[in-house]
Nanobody
């Protein structure tokens, strides 16, 4: 089965950290760029960060620059999102997506992705 599976979400206090994983099965992740999105309750799905196929290029939304780090390990067929200094406004369901055609910025949620994960919930609250 061809799929992306996110993991690592949970409840964390403000200022805390989480690392999300995005594991591919049934296909080779290094053929695709990866993008992370998040969707807060009642809001649209917004792009957070993206990384090129080999990992040499990355982009971040202004709201997470300096706090989040995207990475990938193609040998493990997995991408990651390290989230530090978490804020309540970071709360939402986080999705990873695989796509071709990495450009000068991350694609928005309307871009045709080849694969989407089902998401993992991150809740930042005291």
């Amino acid at each position: 089965q061809l799929q992306l599976v996110e993991s690592g979400g949970g409840l964390v206090q403000p200022g805390g950290s989480l690392r999300l994983s995005c594991a591919a099965s049934g296909f080779t992740l290094d053929a695709y760029a990866i993008s992370w999105f998040r969707q807060a309750p009642g809001k649209e799905r917004d792009g957070v960060s993206c990384i090129s196929r080999a990992g040499g290029r990355t982009n971040y939304a202004d709201s997470v620059k300096g706090r989040f780090t995207i990475s990938r390990d193609n040998a493990k067929n997995t991408a990651y999102l390290q989230m530090n200094s978490l804020k309540p406004e970071d709360t939402g369901v986080y999705y990873c997506a695989a796509f071709v055609g990495y450009g000068s910025s991350c694609p928005d949620a309307s871009y045709v992705m080849d694969y989407w994960g089902k998401g993992t919930l991150v809740t930042v609250s005291s």
